[in-house]
């Protein structure tokens, strides 16, 4: 049972354009969402994260969107660079309980 | 402040051998998480451990899999009998405690490889 999907295994964009990654949940009693950045052969690292009493997180180049009817959430990333090229996996918890997480969505960012 | 320290980097097997993983979670968490990527697939949860306390195995195959977090040491993930099927990246991450809000933090991973 896959309680968050990203239905996009890839992604590409030419580098200054926005990248924007989706995510999708089914669980309405998640109150956290993350995003983390992964490279080959390294452990995933975390990006950014929302509560879910907010609707947008900003960190730099980075911001989160949750749409808490629509039980989705979105990465943005602008501009992007080709360092941004990575494996990008969103996650959901719920406060003392185990992290889940999606399949992941590999971005490429085109120089 | 080291990170989450996984060994070893990488494992290789012959079917039927055991497989010992090893995690030791940054410094003042007492929280352990194992997750495991098969090729081509994303993060799949396999148990949730705190000091002594096995909280959440929900994620591990019922038999050959085992994994404990002893008051002393690391978090070792044990795989009995192994097989090919049980090659993969095995995850490891922790943290302090689970109030709301806490996030993940990751080690680099075993590359397990049955033969």
């Known amino acids: 049972d896959q309680q968050v999907k990203q239905n996009s295994p890839s992604l590409s964009v030419q580098e200054g354009r926005i990248s924007i990654l989706n995510c999708d949940y089914t669980n309405s009693m998640f109150d956290y969402f993350l995003w983390y950045k992964k490279y080959p052969a390294e452990g995933p690292t975390f990006l950014i994260s929302?509560?879910?009493?907010?609707d947008k997180n900003e960190d730099g180049r980075f911001t989160v969107f949750l749409n808490k009817s629509a039980k989705h959430l979105s990465l943005h990333i602008v501009p992007s660079q080709p360092g941004d090229s990575a494996v990008y996996f969103c996650?959901?918890?719920?406060?003392?309980?185990?992290?889940?997480f999606g399949t992941g969505t590999s971005l490429t960012v085109i120089p | 402040n080291a990170g989450v320290m996984q060994n070893p980097r990488h494992l290789v097997r012959r079917r039927g051998q055991e497989a010992r993983l090893r995690c030791s979670p940054m410094?003042?968490?007492?929280?352990v998480y194992w997750y495991r990527q098969l090729p081509e697939e994303g993060l799949k949860f396999m148990v949730y451990l705190q000091k002594e306390n096995i909280i959440d195995e929900s994620g591990m195959p019922k038999e050959r899999f085992s994994a404990e977090f002893p008051k002393e040491g690391p978090s070792i993930l044990r795989i009995q009998q192994v097989v090919r099927g049980d090659s993969a990246a095995y995850f490891c991450a922790s943290s302090p405690n689970r109030a709301a809000n806490e996030k993940l933090f990751f080690g680099s991973g075993t590359q397990l490889s049955v033969l």
């Open positions: 410094k003042g968490h007492s929280h």
């Open positions: 996650a959901a918890t719920n406060t003392g309980n185990q992290f889940y």
């Open positions: 929302i509560s879910s009493i907010k």
